[in-house]
């Protein structure tokens, strides 16, 4: 009974830190790849679309035309 308790106590989360931080790593490593991928998903989604054409008033232009 006392041994199986034991076993018991070395599986809980709280109290093995050694199994524990290595969950955890596993958690960040993985959180930190969907994070990563998501971003890059985001970014391939809204890519260049061109340049858009621009109305420029006649009078604001390099040289610019007067009536």
């Keep these: ?3 199986q308790q034991q076993q ?3 599986k809980e989360f709280g109290r093995n830190w050694v199994s524990s931080s290595r969950f955890l790593f596993y ?6 790849a969907a994070f990563v991928f998501g971003c890059s ?3 391939y989604k809204s890519t ?3 340049k858009p054409k621009v109305e420029v008033q ?4 390099y040289t ?3 009536k």
């Excluded at 958690?27 to 930190?32: D, G, M, R």
Aim: charged residues 10%; hydrophobic residues 40%; glycine residues 4%.
């Design 58 to 61: 006649e009078s604001s232009q």
């Design 64 to 66: 610019p035309k007067y």
């Design 27 to 32: 958690i960040q490593l993985v959180a930190l």
């Design 41 to 43: 998903v985001n970014l």
């Design 48 to 50: 260049y679309q061109g």
């Design 1 to 3: 009974m006392a041994n």
């Design 8 to 10: 018991h106590l070395d």
